[in-house]
């Protein structure tokens, strides 16, 4: 069946690193990937998403990379601070139906200031 | 604009019991999704709503079920309670495309 692996599943850095997080997909018909912050207690935040058209998208510390032929994509946050301390979610769309969305399993990031 | 709500925020029930989960949308939102989540299965999709026509479905049994009213306002059921049916449920709306927008979630807790 489709599934979303995620990578690694706990990450620590120091304030001012840069983070990565790793996912792979398995659906070749996902065209649609969006990564979701959960901070303790709070709903999931969609901090930012691409699709399958793009292969790079960033937002300030925020970039996403996304490559078809390998069905992978990649989280990176530069310049980390205590505050993006969280559990970071990767999502892919199943079956082309983009409303449909197939999540990771979750990467804690602590980032020690 | 304000966003996703959810009622109630907490419930306790017990199994065999059956129990109804209410989401309202951001205002001109018309998609509803449903999830569940819990610690050993992480976010799994349950189904999802457009103009008042389930769209999508996820792989639940069939005692988790749904409806979306006129006003896009979205309910979930779910009958014979299981003590595994004890997650936070979130729900998530959309305008009709990808990007979704979560509630703060109901945590059910099945004793």
């Known amino acids: 069946g489709e599934n979303v692996e995620q990578h690694p599943s706990t990450l620590s850095v120091q304030e001012g690193d840069s983070a990565v997080i790793k996912c792979t997909y398995s659906?070749?018909?996902?065209?649609?990937f969006p990564w979701y912050k959960q901070e303790l207690g709070k709903r999931p935040q969609l901090i930012i998403d691409i699709r399958s058209n793009v292969g790079e998208k960033k937002d300030q510390r925020i970039a996403v990379t996304l490559n078809k032929t390998a069905k992978h994509f990649s989280l990176h946050i530069t310049e980390t601070q205590p505050e993006d301390s969280a559990v970071y979610f990767c999502a892919a769309s199943i079956g082309g139906a983009t409303n449909k969305l197939i999540f990771g399993t979750g990467t804690l990031l602590a980032v020690q200031p | 604009k304000a966003g996703v709500t959810q009622t109630p925020r907490y419930l306790i029930k017990t199994r065999g019991q059956q129990v109804t989960l209410s989401c309202s949308p951001i205002?001109?939102?018309?998609?509803v999704s449903w999830y569940q989540q819990t610690p050993g299965q992480g976010l799994q999709f349950l189904f999802e709503?457009?103009?008042?026509?389930?769209?999508n479905k996820g792989n639940f049994p069939g005692r988790f079920s749904g409806r979306q009213f006129s006003n896009s306002r979205s309910e979930m059921n779910v009958s014979t309670l299981e003590l595994g049916d004890s997650a936070l449920y979130l729900c998530?709306?959309?305008?009709?495309?990808?990007?979704?927008?979560f509630g703060p979630g109901t945590r059910l807790l099945v004793l």
């Open positions: 205002s001109g939102h018309r998609s």
């Open positions: 659906d070749s018909a996902s065209n649609y």
């Open positions: 709503y457009f103009s008042e026509t389930q769209r």
């Open positions: 998530a709306s959309s305008p009709g495309g990808e990007t979704q927008y």
